[in-house]
């Protein structure tokens, strides 16, 4: 029905949150070691590392802060579409291979192993925030490799700051095992320097961006952040009327339609008192917009279920 309206309103709202050059210059978050590690609490001081888990890099600062780590490889499990430009112009290979907030399957670990295994290092593994996603990943390929007992890589998954609400997440690093190089040679060999996110994937990643937009600090007018509500909330809407198309298919896409326009009634909201001068409803219209992005993600993206990716 509305199929063309999602892609245009993702390119729209991703052209304007992210390539814009007045963005305050991003450094890496959440850089932790999840090799060559004896003091899992030894934190603050940089440690040599064949693979680092933090945050998306994102412009040149945070590309010169990899040289400095002195990375070869850039492997993403997030939604987003990786900046192989600045990769590239930095002397780094990048791998895309997205993973959702359910945990990860044998066969993606088995692949996510491969590419630590086989490519240069140090790798830097990245969702993000770099502190749930990133981190699971982190520590299995490190216990499927043999360079973590699963008590140090829960060490630094707890340095990383992943959170225990991620259930499928730490399941999947429970689950992990030492492979051996024979289950590893079983994974694909070509590791894919883009992989094309689904529709949904590529809406809450535009999503995201905006919401991060709103809350950062870096001196925006109010009437540019109202403009980044509004885009939330056209992109909820859209999302919410595509799921109407399921929904006498479905109780359950009924139900996430209802989620999706609630949360879009509540980015509505924040639009308004954005518009409106802020003032002292912005806490709580930002927290309640946040509240009805976690209430959807707890039932339909943070459980175990079929994923088409
Ligand atoms: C009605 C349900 C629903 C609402 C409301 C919702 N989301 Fe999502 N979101 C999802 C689902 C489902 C996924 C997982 C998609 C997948 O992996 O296939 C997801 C994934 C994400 C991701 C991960 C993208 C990636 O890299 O894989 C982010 C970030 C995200 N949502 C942010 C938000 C924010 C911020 C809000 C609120 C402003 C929000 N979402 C509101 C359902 C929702």
Known sequence: MSAWRLPIL????????CGNATQAPSVLKHVVPYEGVSEPSAGSK?????LYSG?????????????????????????????????????????????????LDEERAALLVRVVRDL???????????????AC???????SLGWLTHEAAVAQMNLSGTSAAYQGLWESVARAEVLTEEAIDAAPSEFPSLTQPLP?????V???????????????TLAQSAAHAGTIADLLRVLGEEERAHTRL???????????????????????TLAAGGGAGLGRAISALKSSCTKCHAVFRDERRISAR
């Not at 949904?200 to 809450?204: C, I, K, N, Y």
């Open 206 to 220: 535009a999503i995201d961006a905006a919401l991060d937009q709103i809350t950062s600090s870096s001196g925006k």
């Open 250 to 272: 479905s109780p359950q896409s009924q139900t996430m339609r209802i989620l999706f326009e609630e949360s879009a009634a509540a980015a509505t909201t924040l639009e308004q």
């Open 120 to 134: 240069p290092k140090p790798v830097y593994l990245h969702c993000h925030h770099g502190q749930h996603r990133s």
């Open 200 to 204: 949904l994937v590529s809406a809450m």
């Open 137 to 143: 990943a982190a520590a299995v390929v490190a216990i």
């Open 10 to 17: 993702v390119a729209l709202a991703l052209a304007v949150g």
């Open 55 to 103: 945050s998306a890099p994102v412009g040149d600062a945070a590309f010169e802060q990899l040289k400095q780590l002195g990375v070869q490889t850039v492997l993403s499990v997030d939604g987003a579409i990786p900046d192989l430009e600045s990769a590239t112009a930095h002397g780094m290979r990048y791998v895309h291979l997205p993973i959702g907030y359910d945990g």
């Open 46 to 50: 940089p440690i040599f590392s064949k």
